[in-house]
């Protein structure tokens, strides 16, 4: 029984993982790397489009958690497990919109002699078109040049939609298009004045947003934008209508009434992040239209 004893503390010892050093805190690199892969395994298929990015139990992002402790983990066991741990960083870096070095981290696990291999070199040509899409330009020397330069990488997105529709990474896409949709309505509401009837142009485009983005866990802060719109073109007509006599009343309520209904739909969200915001900026209006009221009575 005693050999048996000493047998077993010997295996115990021998198969025990290396110890991860002194690092501490939730980026400190795990004695198993096992338990990083697992959790990022987890949510590799989470909807980033719908949901907000998972969070672990100490709150942070799992994605950019997950991708710090496996760099952390290469250099702290430089060369052990290098195909899994490189390719869960690839994986990982493409849920956090890091494609060209997500292809680059593919690539050299398709190189390897690893049972990884044949799946790192689809990882790579998908994240290779991805990363071609992101390096597009998004700007131009003027709005229409730069309207232009966004209107040709939404285009190559769409592409990519058709083609990866219906997989897990059609949230990544979505995501992608969603961000130069929104640049786009910002650009449009930003230079309102300097286009042919901009205000309408100007809502029509955050509305768009807000009808194609409707499943989106962003659409209560298009919500919010589509508000301080109408909130800023209600300060623009007592701007241009300063005189006491060119003041109409009931054509200032109309405007402000408009961005107070639409900031008070966010305002009552429960759930919804940008509900304090929503419930400040609803404050601070309704202050600034009984204001302007009283200055005009």
């Known amino acids: 029984m005693r050999t048996l004893g000493m047998l077993l503390a010997s295996l115990i010892l021998?198969?025990?993982?290396?110890?991860?050093?002194?690092?501490t805190g939730a980026f400190a690199p795990y004695e198993d790397v096992l338990e990083?892969?697992?959790?990022?395994?987890?949510?590799l298929r989470d909807d980033v489009y719908r949901f907000p990015p998972p969070k672990d139990p100490?709150?942070?992002?799992?994605?950019?958690?997950?991708?710090?402790?496996?760099?952390?983990?290469?250099k702290r066991f430089p060369g052990r497990l290098r195909d899994v741990t490189s390719f869960a960083r690839a994986e990982a870096l493409e849920r956090l919109g890091g494609y060209a070095a997500a292809r680059d981290l593919y690539a050299r696990v398709a190189a390897m002699p690893s049972p990884l291999a044949t799946r790192a070199a689809e990882g790579e040509r998908r994240a290779g078109s991805f990363a071609d899409a992101a390096?597009?330009?998004?700007?131009?020397?003027?709005?229409?040049?730069?309207?232009?330069?966004?209107r040709a990488k939404l285009d190559a997105w769409a592409a990519l939609l058709t083609r990866w529709v219906?997989?897990?990474f059609e949230p990544l896409v979505l995501v992608e298009e969603e961000r130069l949709e929104r640049r786009t309505a910002r650009l449009v509401?930003?230079?309102?004045?300097?286009?042919?009837d901009g205000a309408a142009t100007a809502e029509r485009?955050?509305?768009?947003?807000?009808?194609?983005?409707?499943?989106?866990?962003?659409?209560?802060?298009?919500?919010?934008?589509?508000?301080d719109l109408y909130a800023d073109l209600a300060r623009d007509y007592v701007e241009a209508h300063e005189r006491p006599l060119a003041f109409e009343e009931a054509d200032f309520v109309r405007r402000a009434d408009l961005a107070l209904d639409t900031y008070r739909k966010v305002a009552m969200w429960d759930g919804a992040p940008e509900k304090p915001e929503a419930q400040a900026r609803f404050t601070a209006f309704d202050a600034y239209k009984?204001?302007?009221?009283?200055?005009?009575r």
Do not use: C, Q
């Not at 021998?14 to 690092?23: C, F």
């Not at 509401?189 to 042919?196: P, Q, S, T, Y």
């Not at 009984?290 to 200055?295: C, E, P, S």
């Open 14 to 23: 021998l198969s025990r993982p290396a110890d991860a050093g002194n690092a």
């Open 36 to 43: 990083v892969v697992a959790e990022l395994t987890w949510h």
């Open 58 to 74: 100490t709150g942070h992002d799992v994605y950019r958690l997950s991708l710090h402790r496996l760099e952390n983990w290469d």
């Open 135 to 150: 390096a597009l330009p998004e700007s131009g020397p003027d709005l229409d040049a730069t309207l232009t330069a966004l």
């Open 166 to 168: 219906g997989t897990p």
């Open 189 to 196: 509401v930003e230079h309102r004045k300097l286009l042919d």
């Open 205 to 227: 485009s955050l509305r768009f947003m807000i009808e194609k983005h409707a499943d989106s866990k962003m659409l209560p802060d298009h919500i919010l934008r589509l508000a």
């Open 290 to 296: 009984t204001d302007v009221l009283a200055r005009y």
